[in-house]
Nanobody, 120 residues
Framework: QVQPVESGGGLVQPGGSLRLSCAASGYIYSYFEAWNIGWYRQPPGKQRELVALVTPRGNTTYADSVKGRSTISRDNAGKKVLLQMNNLKPDDTAVYYC???????????WGQGTQVTVSA
């Protein structure tokens, strides 16, 4: 098992919050500090897009659509990355995927995804 493992999705009302977790596995777990970890999402009928990314040093990047509402954080000791999403909107409805990409080789691995639905 070398895929990142996502958890924390679900149904939430507009304005609510969710925290998604991406846990490392396999060789990603063993060399966690060598991987960028990103959260991507794919809304229904649309292409997959970057939501947020954190480098091994903790530098972060956010999509404009979630900037100010989301925080990505990295726990190198716990081998996981969290995505806190607040003030959720119906447009945030999507399958959320975690992706790990190696900083040197650029090899990447995707998780299976977790569904987030924002609806009243």
């Amino acid at each position: 098992q070398v895929q990142p493992v996502e958890s924390g999705g679900g149904l939430v009302q507009p304005g609510g919050s969710l925290r998604l977790s991406c846990a490392a596995s396999g060789y990603i777990y063993s060399y966690f500090e060598a991987w960028n970890i990103g959260w991507y999402r794919q809304p229904p009928g649309k292409q997959r897009e970057l939501v947020a990314l954190v480098t091994p040093r903790g530098n972060t990047t956010y999509a404009d659509s979630v900037k100010g509402r989301s925080t990505i954080s990295r726990d190198n000791a716990g081998k996981k990355v969290l995505l806190q999403m607040n003030n959720l909107k119906p447009d945030d409805t999507a399958v959320y995927y975690c992706r790990a990409d190696h900083v040197a080789t650029r090899h990447d691995a995707w998780g299976q995804g977790t569904q987030v639905t924002v609806s009243a």
